[in-house]
């Protein structure tokens, strides 16, 4: 098997580690630590005194209508953007590694949306659908539709999630096409001569043979839904109209920071942590067994 | 005797850019042989197969399957199946499921494919096996599961690329009989390709010898081995003691002069010579005789043993030339006359002038 190093003694190891052990204390455990603390008290406008109340915020919490509201538009939104995003990757990804001469060029074009921070990718968006000025507001203007997510629900979704996805694509493209072209050719090539054709290929041969990037890349995109959108919505929406793009995140920070409830805030907090360390589980779980190879 | 070949080649080439991988390359294969083609990594043996597969387009030349030209033909409308160098085993479906996949896309019902399914397993010696992943079999096995994958489609022609290539050398030496064997049972045509010629010579009723893309000769591993037609394969198909020499006569046989000064006399082979022509000389190790005392007639010398390499029937001395210097490997008798020799020993050795094949040098 596996050739490991193995060291003598403890204390090399435990040095090795330390720095490690250190900047996940400090930037991880120290705030996780604080959040789950904080979220079983209640402090007082001032800030002055907290008044302790055991998993008081968690049940207000649950039966708050807004707060299981964001439920669901998280998973409306992570699911989307997920989908959105894998799915058009996997479309380029296969597109790039049938006619692999040329992908150079073409993998240089895709990695660009990766390096735009997401407050600008949402910046640029923003800047085509405004409902003033926008280029693509005007052009649907010209075709007859009226484009405002200002005010529709429904369309400042379909933004948020666009401008987020847009920029995953070129990340889960990559990885798609890595993952693409691990795969033996005389394995596709075996299946074309005993007759199938592309799609058939694909289905039965490509995409079974891809299910660990794939998973790997869903709990990947999952995560950078639920967390690193951030950016994206607060520069589009703001959370709104009416709390329509209002994530699971952006709560924590609007109820927090924008409305001062800093125990709800963390109970919030905490919430999307027990949610987080479930998907890290299950996708350690899975890989783990490996699906194939 | 004039049955339509199976697959026949007519001026095959194929060029990379300016690279000339395969060239003008003819030959036919009647129905039910085994046939290898032999040649040096790189020498283009993938690619000739990959053209007949319909992988790849030939850049000139005709290529017909039972005598028809599939030029035009995708690979899966040819009547042909391919073995991959590292198998292509589908690994995320089980025995019966890799075999069955060409009969699923043809459309075969299920009852249809159990059974034919069933039965080819059953012919190359897997019975029972269907439910089981691919990776519970040990390399023999799967080598026989690609087969069965192949043969159920009942190909007129079976392609391999150096399917043999992955497994360890005991087993390789267990399946070259079984191969035979499988080509046999199923009396299919077999073209095989192969680095090694040992393979080629077990298993082959007709061999190509393969080299920078050109067919240097065609035969049977007979042919190749005693009458080589060119310098190559004379190199190339047994083991044999090489010399550079220079033409001196062509009165009776060839009288050349080595550049150690040896004067030899041989047989010419493959293209004509004339006098003060560069050859190429090769003496086979087991055409050597060898004696303790007496000198040899014919082409002979006297020699030191350098090194003994025993390896039973196989043995072999190497002796160096007590007048030119040059190494000499000569095949040990299996009669034991010589196995108390020991480095260091002197011996005379000989051998006579129709074993020693010369060929136009460059
Ligand atoms: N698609 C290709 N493009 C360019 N050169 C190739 C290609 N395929 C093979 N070659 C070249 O053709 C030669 C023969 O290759 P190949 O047929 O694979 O040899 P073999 O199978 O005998 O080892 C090699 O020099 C290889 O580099
Ligand atoms: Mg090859």
Redesign the pocket.
């Known amino acids: 098997m596996e050739k490991r190093v193995t060291f003598k003694g403890i204390w090399l190891p435990l040095l090795l580690v330390l720095p490690q052990m250190l900047v996940t204390a400090v930037f991880f455990f120290y705030p996780a630590g604080q959040a789950i603390w904080q979220s079983l008290f209640i402090p007082d406008p001032f800030g002055l005194s907290m008044r302790y109340v055991g998993l008081g915020n968690f049940e207000y919490l649950l039966s708050n209508p807004y707060y299981r509201a964001s439920f669901v538009t998280t998973a409306v939104f992570s699911i989307l953007v997920t989908v959105l995003s894998m799915g058009v990757a996997l479309y380029l990804a296969v597109l790039a590694d049938r006619l692999i001469k040329g992908s150079g060029v073409y993998r240089t074009l895709l990695i660009w949306p990766y390096a735009v921070a997401p407050a600008v990718a949402g910046v640029l968006w923003l800047f085509m659908f405004n409902t003033r000025v926008g280029v693509v507001t005007w052009y649907l203007g010209v075709l007859g539709y009226d484009w405002n997510h200002v005010l529709n629900g429904e369309e400042a979704m379909g933004l948020v999630v666009v401008a987020s996805a847009w920029g995953r694509i070129s990340y889960n493209f990559l990885f798609f096409l890595a993952g693409l072209q691990a795969i033996p050719r005389s394995v596709i090539e075996a299946a074309a001569i005993d007759g199938a054709r592309f799609w058939t290929r694909f289905r039965t041969i490509v995409w079974p043979l891809l299910s660990p990037t794939t998973f790997f890349l869903l709990v990947v995109n999952i995560v950078y839904a639920f967390f690193e959108t951030f950016g994206v919505i607060h520069t589009i929406t703001s959370g709104g109209p009416q709390q329509a793009t209002t994530i699971l995140v952006y709560k924590v920070y609007a109820d927090g920071f924008v409305g001062q409830d800093l125990g709800s805030s963390a109970a919030q907090s905490v919430i999307l942590l027990l949610i987080v360390g479930a998907l890290t589980v299950l996708q350690f779980k899975y890989i783990e067994r490996r699906v194939h190879y | 005797m004039f049955e339509t070949p199976d697959l026949e080649c007519r001026d095959i080439s194929k060029s990379?850019?300016d690279?000339k991988?395969v060239k003008d390359v003819s030959f036919a294969v009647p129905p039910g042989t085994f046939f290898s083609i032999l040649?040096?990594?790189?020498?283009?043996?993938?690619?000739?197969l990959r053209m007949i597969a319909g992988f790849q387009k030939p850049s000139s030349g005709d290529l017909l399957i039972k005598g028809r030209s599939v030029l035009d033909v995708p690979p899966n409308k040819r009547q042909v199946s391919m073995v991959f160098q590292h198998l292509a085993l589908f690994p995320m479906m089980n025995i019966g499921a890799n075999v069955g996949f060409g009969l699923r896309q043809r459309g075969v019902n299920r009852a249809d494919i159990k059974r034919q399914v069933e039965r080819v397993l059953d012919r190359v010696g897997l019975t029972g096996v269907a439910d089981r992943p691919v990776d519970s079999l040990s390399g023999g096995q799967k080598q026989r599961v690609a087969i069965a994958r192949c043969m159920v489609l009942e190909p007129d022609v079976l392609l391999l690329?150096e399917p043999l290539g992955a497994l360890d050398l005991k087993l390789r030496e267990h399946m070259k009989i079984e191969l035979k064997q499988l080509q046999a049972e199923f009396n299919t045509t077999f073209v095989y390709?192969t680095?090694d010629q040992s393979e080629a010579l077990v298993m082959s009723d007709q061999i190509a010898v393969?080299n920078r893309g050109v067919f240097e000769q065609v035969g049977t591993a007979k042919e190749l081995y005693y009458e080589p037609s060119t310098a190559f394969v004379a190199g190339f198909v047994g083991e044999a003691n090489k010399f550079r020499a220079r033409v001196q006569s062509l009165d009776a046989g060839v009288q050349m002069v080595t550049d150690q000064g040896q004067v030899l006399h041989g047989t010419a082979a493959g293209k004509a010579l004339a006098k003060g022509d560069a050859v190429d000389v090769f003496v086979r190790p087991e055409a050597v005789r060898l004696s303790r005392d007496t000198a040899l007639n014919g082409n002979a010398g006297q020699g030191r043993v350098e090194n003994i390499l025993f390896n039973g029937a196989n043995s072999q001395l190497i002796l160096r030339d007590q007048t030119t210097g040059a190494q000499m490997n000569v095949a040990l008798p299996q009669t034991g006359e010589f196995r108390d020799l020991s480095v260091g020993d002197t011996v005379h050795f000989g051998w006579e002038p129709a074993q020693t094949r010369v060929y136009a040098g460059d």
């Open positions: 990379f850019d690279f991988a040649g040096p990594s790189g020498c283009g043996k993938t690619t000739l690329d390709i680095h393969m």
